[in-house]
């Protein structure tokens, strides 16, 4: 009877102690359900806006300009000697850099991009050009003209579309320079050339209208930048009134650039 009632009771024990395992494991398995299901019911957290912010950089570019000059006058001017002559004009492609530093702000307004940018950088591009006279005698009276721009400043919208870590912009650009136009003319008469010693300098600050578009990849703080700009140019005419330094020159730009930002 005692064994009997020994056994009955070690069998109750084990019958609370299993119940009690079970209430354990409903709680725990509930608990852990419920957590996951709350860490899951989080909104995901959003991606840190790539291109959101205050920038700046550098930037390189490669100029490929043409450039035209054409002495000022009607169709038939006299030269200095009396002698009526023909007026031509001339154009080259020459090429160049543009260094520049630049700084701007752009914000992310869903995937639609809205900047500004502003710049400072030096055009070393040498754009020259000759034009000449032939006279009556075949004498030519020749114009070596040099177009140099100077420290350029530039300030430009920026417009764009974002995917992922990409930009695609459209920069509405207007650039102030410091140019000058160097004429040097000279005399090729009989086959002897002769350097004439007149020399015309005309410094103007010009205005000029540059458009681009570009594209722009997100490396970390980093923005990688590749870009195409048309320079619509600009023009000095020399005004002095001397048939020999009498000219218009003009010049327009296609720039490739390529650049390389760090985000703030």
């Given at each position: ?96 850099f543009i260094f520049k ?134 023009s000095i005419e020399n ?12 010049y327009y730009d296609n ?10």
């Amino acid at each position: 009877m005692y064994l009997l009632s020994l056994r009955l009771l070690r069998l109750i024990s084990l019958s609370y102690f299993a119940w009690a395992v079970l209430f354990l494991h409903l709680v725990y398995g509930n608990f852990t359900h419920a957590s996951n299901f709350t860490y899951a019911s989080k909104p995901p957290a959003h991606a840190p806006k790539s291109f959101d912010g205050f920038y700046i950089g550098i930037q390189g570019d490669l100029v490929n300009s043409k450039v035209k000059s054409s002495i000022k006058d009607d169709t038939i001017i006299k030269v200095v000697d009396g002698i009526p002559g023909v007026v031509t004009s001339g154009s080259k492609n020459t090429k160049g850099f543009i260094f520049k530093a630049l700084a701007g702000y752009g914000k992310e307004i869903n995937n639609f991009y809205l900047g500004a940018e502003i710049s400072i950088g030096v055009d070393i591009t040498s754009r020259e050009v000759i034009a000449f006279i032939l006279d009556s005698n075949l004498s030519r009276y020749t114009e070596k003209t040099i177009y140099k721009r100077g420290i350029i400043f530039g300030f430009s919208p920026k417009f764009g579309y974002i995917f992922d870590k990409n930009l695609i912009y459209f920069r509405i650009g207007v650039e102030l320079s410091p140019d000058k136009v160097n004429i040097t003319p000279s005399i090729t008469a009989n086959g002897v050339t002769s350097q004439s010693s007149l020399e015309k300098v005309t410094k103007e600050t010009k205005i000029s209208f540059a458009p681009s578009v570009g594209y722009e990849t997100a490396i970390e703080k980093f923005l990688l930048r590749l870009e195409y700009t048309y320079n619509v140019g600009s023009s000095i005419e020399n005004k002095k009134p001397n048939s020999l330094l009498f000219a218009k020159t003009c010049y327009y730009d296609n720039r490739f650039s390529i650049g390389l930002s760090y985000k703030l």
